[in-house]
């Protein structure tokens, strides 16, 4: 499967944007998608993660009650609504399929250009 990232852009704090993972193949009802996240300077981190029939969601703590992941298995399409927004949330996002939901970047099969958010204060 192939995944491509868009959406990001400059926003204020408090602001909100929504970044779309668009993927190629037949298989894509077949993964979990999880969204992840490297700012300059740190190691890739976890954001959100769905599992394959959209049903189950996961955050992590600095995300929850922000970020809402959702997925639209007729258009193969993930979604990330990102809400008030902070000036660390700024990184490059990326978006990853693999067989099962993991927060660890390397438990992730396929991988997507990432598309980069920056948040002003």
């Known amino acids: 499967v192939q995944l491509q990232a868009y959406g990001g852009g400059l926003v204020q704090a408090g602001g909100s944007l929504r970044l779309s993972c668009a993927a190629s193949?037949?298989?894509?009802?077949?993964?979990?998608i999880g969204w992840f996240r490297q700012a300059p300077g740190k190691e890739r981190e976890f954001v959100a993660a769905?599992?394959?029939?959209?049903?189950?969601?996961y955050y992590a703590d600095s995300v929850k009650g922000r970020f809402t992941i959702s997925r639209d298995n007729a258009k193969n399409t993930v979604y990330l609504q990102m809400n008030s927004l902070k000036p660390e949330d700024t990184a490059v996002y990326y978006c990853?399929?693999?067989?099962?939901?993991?927060?660890?970047?390397?438990?992730?099969?396929?991988w997507g250009k990432g598309t980069l958010v920056t948040v002003s204060s």
């Open positions: 990853a399929a693999g067989l099962r939901v993991s927060a660890d970047p390397g438990g992730m099969d396929y």
């Open positions: 769905i599992n394959r029939g959209g049903g189950i969601t």
């Open positions: 193949g037949r298989t894509f009802s077949s993964y979990t």
